[in-house]
């Protein structure tokens, strides 16, 4: 037999090793997707988070307005009286629609704190699209079973 074919030992691959080049062109293109990603999740953060401070700023603005008596803190200030159900900050999804169409300032600061409980939600679902970006198929997934706990977290409480 004049020709033989080489067949690679276990383990070792069929293809040609890459050049040089070729590993410094991947390595680029890897270091590009990262910083893609990390870009993106950290405009997610800032924008929550200023989104959040501010929707929040913008309602005590209201909540003061409408209440000028809240500036002196005469009597007892309790956590009870803000979090008890006769209260007049939104308990529900119900009752925050009821208070954002009246455009209440308590209705606004749950609104902001609402948002802020979103931003780090969001940010593992930006997670997910930038492993799927990756093509990393095994972190797509666990971050994908962290998101659906998050999620079920504000359902069951």
């Known amino acids: 037999m004049t020709g033989t074919s080489e067949v690679p030992a276990p383990g070792a691959s069929a293809e040609p090793p890459a050049s040089g080049a ?6 680029e293109v890897d270091e590009e997707k990262l910083r893609n990603v990390e870009t993106a999740i950290s405009y997610v953060l800032r924008i929550g988070v200023v989104a959040s401070v501010v929707t929040v700023l913008i309602g005590l603005v209201m909540v003061f307005r409408h209440h000028a ?27 925050l629609g009821t208070a954002l169409s009246h455009g209440t300032g308590e209705g606004i600061i749950v609104l902001g704190l609402i948002i ?21 198929p095994p972190m797509t997934i666990v ?9 079920a977290s504000f359902f069951l409480g």
Do not use: C, M, W
């Not at 008596?69 to 005469?74: I, K, Q």
């Not at 780090?120 to 679902?125: E, F, I, M, N, S």
């Not at 971050?143 to 999620?151: P, S």
């Open 69 to 95: 008596g809240y500036f002196s803190l005469n009597g007892k200030v309790s956590y009870h009286s803000v979090a008890n159900r006769h209260s007049i900050f939104p308990h529900t999804i119900g009752q």
């Open 22 to 27: 070729d590993r410094v062109h991947h390595r």
């Open 143 to 151: 971050t994908l079973y962290v998101l659906g706990v998050l999620i």
């Open 116 to 136: 802020l409980l979103a931003t780090p939600v969001l940010r593992v679902a930006v997670g997910v699209l930038s492993f799927i970006y990756e093509k990393d």
